[in-house]
Structures are given as C-alpha cells and as structure tokens.
C-alpha cells in the first residue's frame, strides 16, 4: 500500500537528490500523518466521552497532537525547501529542525495538561462504561498507528529524513499507548478494577516522555553533531582513491540541514609533484564530491616532503613517541626547519576529546622525548581537538 500511495504521488519518486522531489515525499508524508491522526482523535473522542474514558480521550489528545505535529511537519518541508538567499546564503533546510523542536514542545505541554484531568480522574473515579464498540476503535487505531510507523519509516529511509524517523518511532510508541488503554478497558470489564485514571496518568508520561526525547533528537543537528564514522569512512576511501594524493587530515563537516552538506579538508600531496597537476587532481576531487554525494567541498592543499631521507627518519620517530604514549594520537603536517644552534620540528598531533591529558602537558610530555634524540631539537605543536586547533612552542 505504501508504495502504490507513493507511486500515484511522488513524481520523478527516485530522483531523491532532487530538492522538490525530497519536498514532495515530506509533504506527502505530512499530509498522511494530518489525515490519519485526524481521523483517530475524531473516532476516540466520540467514544470516550460517550464511554466516559479518561485514558481513551487522553489517547485521541495524543492523536490531535500528531496531527498537529504532522501540519508543522508540513510548513517545515514547504520551508525547508526554499532556496539560499542573501540572508540565509547555506538555504533554509534546517526549518525542518526547528518544526520539529516546536512539535516537541507541543507534546511535552499536551502531555502535562493530560496528568492533570487524568489525576483528578484516580481521585474522582467514573465508572467506565464497557462497550465492544470501545474495543472495536482502539484495535482499529493499533493498526493504523501500526501503518503509520512503517510508512514514516519507509520514507524516512528513501530521503534520509531523521524527523521522519522519529516520527515513525512516535507512531510506533503510540502502538503501546493504546495497548495500554485497551487492555485497561478489558480489566475493567472482568474485574471491576478501574484503572482508567492511572491508564490516563501512564499515557500522559509517555508523552512527555517522547516529547522531551524529540527535544533532544531535533536540538542536536542544531547544535552541531559530529557526523558517523561510516560517513567518515567514506570521505577517506573516496579522496585517498585519487592519484597523487598521500594523505588528509583537518576534516571538518557542516550540517545545514538534510542534504545540506559543506566540508572542508587538508589534502597531502608530494611537494615535488606539479602544482598544476596537484591543482587538478584537488578540483576533481572537490567536483566529484558535489557531483555524486551532493558535498560542497573546499580542499587546502598542503605540500609533503617525501624524498628527504633525514625528515622521513625524524617522523618515524616522532610517530613512535607519540604512539608509546597512546594509539589514539596520530600526527599531519610534519616539517622540519634546521639550524645551526637549534632545529624546530613543528607538526599537528590529534588527540581526541575522551584523552585525558591536557594539551600543554602533552606537548611537554612530547618535547622532553624529543630533546632525548637531540637536545638541540624544539618542537612547535599544534594540537587538534577535532576541529578545533591551539597551538604550543616549546622551546
């Protein structure tokens, strides 16, 4: 069915790179959310006040709330997919972001509203009325949340979506919700018992719950994540697969939305090598990257004295310092400027962010190994912390 849904909708559906065609399936998938959201709350407020069902109503509360979400998720793709003006020059993509952490605001106040009513409901208790056709409603919304998650997820995928994501995830939580509220419906029918407050209490927390966990998952691209190893992977293999090039380092990705991506990198060539050759191979590199993963790449291309015996023995050897203090550290652009009453070996060491010494006892740590080669040898370190650089000279 999702699929026959996203075949009579989604023109051109497999251009997924096409900014209208991501658009299209965004709003696609709002619209759905609209509707079928929609139709639940109708179909569980009926029912509950007619049943008198706290926990019920609260659920159909929880469905306005999706369809809510699934409209802003709608103004959210429309935004998003403006194009880049002279106020906002990187585009608009993270509007879909920012709608996101509206809805989750809504949710988290819907769901403080809900403990309220519902415990006044354990205090004041109704008695339920039992009904198949109450049993008959939340089956029908089990299915259709069901439907709901599996179709979020399944366009999430096709266009790399993590608001859809979550949303499929919200769908699929609501599955348990009224789980809950059906079986406390059952209870109540062959018990006695009424938990129909504390059904509505539990439903409420859960959507606070999902609330404060889409906070969090929509702030972060927000903030600024740092991207996948896997995506790091890529951007290796790729640019190390290219003649000429002996290394890179200084990676740094930005995020301005769903396939909204600039990176910039340091490219190791030999120094030898023709400029213009070098200069070639780094915009070829730089046009396949926008071309085939939609990649705003700029390159700096950093000159690697390969053919200096003397040089070459001294990186080895500072290689093997820093790796006797630990496998995590790695050193780039290595050089060497000899004197006559001193020489300074200046390079970059990475360290990452769980290492627990600090960078000027590092630097030290290095130094004092270093002057046990050579006394006469200063070393000028600047220390990366992904992204970001200090500088220290020890002399």
Known sequence: MTEQIIKHFIKNR???????????????????????????F?????????????????????????????????????????????????????MEYITGLIVS????????????????????????????????????SILIKL????????????????ALQATATDSLNDVYATSAVLLSTIIARFSGFQLDGYMGVAVALFIIVS????VIETANPLLGTAPDKEFIDVFYQKILSYDGVIGLHDLVIHNYGPERCFASVHVEVPAKQDIML??????????????????HLVIHLDPIVTDDERVNRLKEQIIEI???????LSIHDFRVVFGNTHSNLLFDITVPFSFSMNDKELCHVIDQKVKQIDETYNTVI??????????????
């Open 147 to 162: 439907w709901q998650g599996m179709f979020n997820k399944k366009v999430g995928k096709i266009i790399h979506s993590a």
């Open 14 to 40: 497999n251009d997924i790179k096409n900014p209208s065609v991501r658009e299209s399936y965004g709003k696609l998938a709002g619209w759905v959310g609209v509707f079928s959201n929609f139709f639940l």
């Open 322 to 328: 820093v790796r006797t203090i630990s496998e995590e």
């Open 105 to 140: 605001f809504v949710i988290i106040f819907l769901g403080l509203q809900l403990i309220s009513s519902s415990a006044d409901k354990i205090f004041h208790p109704d008695e339920i009325h039992f009904s198949y056709i109450t049993i008959f409603v939340l089956c029908i």
């Open 278 to 295: 070098s200069h070639d191979i780094i915009d070829n590199i730089e046009y396949d990257f926008l071309n085939e993963l939609n990649i």
């Open 211 to 214: 609330g404060v966990k889409l």
């Open 382 to 395: 600047t220390v990366d912390r992904s992204y970001i650089s200090t500088t220290t000279k020890n002399q």
């Open 42 to 94: 109708l179909i569980k407020i009926l029912t509950g006040i007619l049943f008198r069902s706290i926990s019920i109503t609260a659920d159909a509360v929880n469905n306005l709330s999706d369809a809510g979400s699934s409209v802003i998720t709608l103004v959210g793709f429309k935004l998003s997919g403006k194009p880049a003006d002279e106020e906002h020059p990187y585009g608009h993509a993270r």
